[in-house]
């Protein structure tokens, strides 16, 4: 049995559902289509292959290609080739892509990429080594070369490489007759665009037209009396991440990017937008487990280095912990119970802490967590903290006296969890905070601090208050 017949077991979808047509989740690739595919690639049947990739989007390509191995994307590439379409590669991951690149047809490649806006191509180069960007850009026509080149220009991240050039532009003194007859006669219009940009004589925009007020409008109606009211420009050089929060704030669809005169040079559109927030919002859950950027495409050898890094700092950090634990190894050796339960209370104060991490970091990229409010958000993890210690302080201390018959032991571990998850709540908050004054990223660096803080701290106040209360 070849890999390609074995696939469909990967993709399994939940029971009961209904999709379009082949019993499968509406949303993923159904197991009959999977097989159909599989099949055909087996048995090079690429009329068969066709049929069975005609229903599907893109991005379901592009998870098919992704979750199948090396070899068998050589196979099913050769034999699908000329149907290779351009929106395909823009949903590749950057791990996969390169690969795909490099397999298909020199012709069906310019074919492929000719069919994408600027925005889309300048993503799909702008990870790639020179000798695959000149590939790529070699297919285009001039002036799409030209423009793609020109956002090249711009600094990774930032909206200049985010935005397309393809425009919709009209004078503001038009009316919307005079806009329909421009949009009927004009043979290069975006695939996709939810505004005409009004635009002063030297370029500046100065208002947005929704399309459906543009239609449902009367033809003399002047264009400046329909602008829409959330009317905001975006600086060329300001970084994606605040565009993706502007657009998520302000609930815009598009809006233009202007140069340093506040000139339009192009256009950014909700997908972009949301493509980021969603990129920040993964990367965020990524780095705060201590894993990076990474791929289920990855190799290897690749996945092992971008983890390697963060054990080694954890590795670090419980060296640190052990540090603080030797200094009690008297008390530790004369009360064997100690040892059992000093890990409870550090596991519980670092649960409390990357609960308290992840609401600010969160909160820090939403830009919620502000020096407004940053003292109310601190007081309120601490509070939360004491009062979640002080609950399980009564359960630990009924623990202690019913495991070990020790009442005063109960007493000491019911107080380090206290303390413990108090500091927790405090170092949940305040590093991230002080991570992103001092501009560095808090989703990167706040877990290893805050487990440290919270294993030390644990430690201490348990085998401290051991050795004073108990021996």
């Known amino acids: 049995m070849s890999d390609f017949e074995t696939k469909d077991e990967i993709i399994e979808a939940p029971e009961g559902t209904e999709p379009r047509g082949d019993g499968e989740d509406n949303y993923r690739l159904g197991k009959r289509t999977m097989a159909e595919i599989f099949f055909a690639v087996d048995t090079q049947d690429r009329a068969a292959l066709i049929e069975a990739m005609e229903p599907l989007h893109a991005a379901d390509i592009a998870d098919l290609l992704e979750q199948i191995n090396a070899f068998d994307r050589r196979r099913f590439i050769q034999l699908y080739g ?200 993964e990367e965020d859950i990524l780095r705060l487990a201590g894993v990076g950027e990474t791929s289920l495409t990855d190799r290897v050898i690749e996945t092992t280095k971008g983890r390697f890094p963060w054990l080694a700092v954890n590795l670090l950090t419980a060296i640190c912990a052990s540090l603080v634990i030797a200094q009690f190894e008297a008390t530790i050796a004369q009360m064997v119970a100690l040892a059992v339960l000093m890990p409870i209370v550090a596991s519980m104060g670092g649960n409390a802490g990357t609960q308290s991490l992840t609401v600010a970091v969160r909160s820090i990229a939403t830009k919620d ?21 002080a609950i399980f302080a009564v359960a630990m201390g009924l623990v202690g006296l019913v495991w070990f018959g020790s009442g005063m032991l109960g007493v000491v571990i019911a107080i380090a969890m206290v303390i413990n998850m108090v500091v927790a709540g405090l170092a949940g908050t305040v590093i991230p905070v002080m991570l992103e004054k001092m501009g560095v990223d808090p989703a990167l660096a706040s877990g290893a601090f805050v487990t440290t803080v919270t294993d030390v701290v644990g430690f201490f106040a348990f085998l401290g208050l051991a050795s004073v209360m108990l021996l």
């Open 369 to 389: 967590l502000t020096g407004a409010n940053v003292w109310r958000v601190i007081r309120r993890e601490v509070l939360v903290g004491l009062v979640n210690g």
């Open 82 to 281: 000329q149907e290779f379409d351009g929106e395909i590669l823009s949903e590749l991951d950057d791990s996969v892509r390169e690969e795909v690149i490099a397999l298909l047809n020199p012709q069906v490649l310019a074919d492929a990429v000719r069919e994408l806006d600027s925005d889309d191509v300048v993503d799909l180069i702008e990870d790639l080594d020179d000798t695959q960007q000149e590939v790529i850009l070699d297919a285009l026509e001039d002036v799409d070369r030209a423009a793609v080149e020109q956002a090249m220009t711009y600094p990774e991240y930032s909206a200049g490489r985010l935005m397309q050039r393809e425009v919709v532009a009209a004078p503001e003194h038009w009316n919307v007759g005079q806009a329909i007859d421009f949009l009927r006669g004009t043979e290069s219009l975006p695939d996709q665009f939810y505004h005409v940009i009004l635009v002063d004589p030297r370029m500046h925009p100065v208002g947005n037209v929704t399309l459906g007020k543009l239609m449902s409008s009367p033809r003399n109606m002047p264009l400046a009396e329909i602008t829409e009211g959330s009317f905001r420009t975006i600086p060329v050089m300001q970084a994606e991440g605040d565009v993706a929060y502007a657009f998520n704030q302000y609930h815009l669809i598009s809006a233009p990017v202007v140069d340093e005169d506040d000139r339009l040079v192009g256009v950014i559109t909700i997908d972009d937008a949301m493509a980021v927030l969603d990129e920040e919002h």
